[in-house]
């Protein structure tokens, strides 16, 4: 009994190798009025992709609307509020990634100087910043002086020769003026062309980190599975506990078991339970009643439905009555994971029967509820 109490008191003492973040924190972005929308999508993006906080089977998902307030002359700072979620067949990194990727394409970048920061317990981190591109403005050429002539008296013949010279000038500058605007169309469709080749350049290019990031993540998973682990680690489940057996005997009792988790995906998983409960035999003329503990050795396999799970496992029973045996177990059942924690504590609930292979056929039926830290 000492050993069990100093197993559980050493397991609730792990509360603090918990990887996700437990309560709300917040993405502030700051930038120009007129580029909010650009500023607060892709801040939106950048949380999507980050595992700073959420890690594992949750992700950051914003609750409410963002509150923008005014920090300086044509610029405001924005906030919105996130959590860490479990993830689902609709709301995962990749499906997030995909959609605001394409929100952003439909909104016009314009160049300005912006910040994406995660505020967490009252500190502030910068996650991207942006500079805007510095406006050079081209000297004014200065105008040449024209020198003085000699007024000469006009003749007929300098006339003609004037009209032909002004006509040759009127000629000459329609055609420079007209080969001008040719130039300038070209340089403004090279610089359309130039700016449609720099966007679809930093498409690819984050489309490229993207992959890089993925394919890290999937190395990290592969080769840290130490730390996947400690991200599942803290589970532990309350239960309610109806016991019948083949000589017409029950009765109700309350158990207590630590469930750690391990996800070989979204949907796959193995849980083990090491708990116990209590159990008080029947008083008949030749035996007094007895109540002792039973501890339970199982492992399940899980597979997920969503939010929606159902598993199946086997164990070990160990009867610490006098004279009772232990016994092997199988048992079935399934439970919903909720996407907010209830009552700041219980995040999933679940249903088990279970038979035991003893000499009077017990079987159990266990309501439960769930918290991890």
């Given amino acids: 009994m000492k050993k069990l109490w100093i197993i559980l008191l050493s397991t609730f003492s792990l509360c603090s190798l918990a990887q996700n973040y437990k309560g709300s924190f917040y993405l502030e972005v700051e930038g120009t009025r007129s580029q909010l929308g650009y ?51 609709n709301f995962n990194r990749v499906t997030e990634s995909r959609r605001l990727r394409t929100k952003l394409k439909s909104i016009p970048h314009l160049k300005a100087n912006y910040t994406i920061a995660l505020i967490q317990n009252d500190q502030k981190k910068i996650l991207k910043k942006v500079d805007g ?58 610089e359309d062309e130039s700016k449609k080749l720099l966007s679809q350049s930093e498409e690819s290019l984050e489309e490229v980190v993207e992959q890089s990031e993925d394919s890290s993540k999937k190395e990290s998973r592969a080769k840290q599975v130490t730390s996947k682990r400690e991200n599942e680690f803290l589970d532990f489940s309350l239960s309610y506990i109806s016991i019948s057996d083949d000589q017409d005997n029950s009765l109700t009792t309350f158990g207590l078991a630590w469930t750690p988790h391990y ?99 017990t079987k159990e039926l266990k309501f439960s509820i769930g918290s991890s830290f």
């Fill in 39 to 89: 500023i607060k999508t892709s801040g939106e993006l950048t949380m999507a992709r980050s595992t700073r906080l959420c890690r594992g089977m949750k992700m950051p998902k914003p609750k409410g609307e963002w509150s923008c307030k005014s920090s300086a002359p044509r610029v405001s700072a924005c906030r919105l509020e996130y959590s860490c979620h479990f993830l689902n067949k």
């Fill in 263 to 361: 996800f070989f995906s979204n949907s796959i998983g193995l849980r083990g339970e090491v708990g116990f409960h209590s159990y008080k035999t029947p008083e008949t003329e030749l035996l007094a009643s007895e109540s002792f503990l039973i501890y339970d050795l199982g492992l399940y396999a899980s597979y997920n439905f969503t939010n929606i799970y159902i598993e199946a496992g086997f164990g070990l029973q160990m009867w610490n009555g006098e004279g009772a045996e232990n016994a092997n177990f199988m048992a079935f059942g399934g439970g919903y994971r909720f996407d907010e924690t209830k009552l700041y504590l219980i995040d999933r609930i679940s249903f088990a029967m279970s038979s035991l292979s003893n000499d009077i056929g």
């Fill in 133 to 190: 591109s510095k406006v050079v403005a081209a000297a004014a050429s200065t105008p040449r002086v024209a020198k003085a002539k000699k007024v000469r008296k006009p003749t007929p013949q300098r006339v003609r020769a004037k009209a032909q010279r002004s006509k040759r000038v009127v000629k000459k500058e329609t055609i420079n003026k007209s080969k001008q605007e040719d130039l300038e169309e070209v340089a403004f469709l090279k």
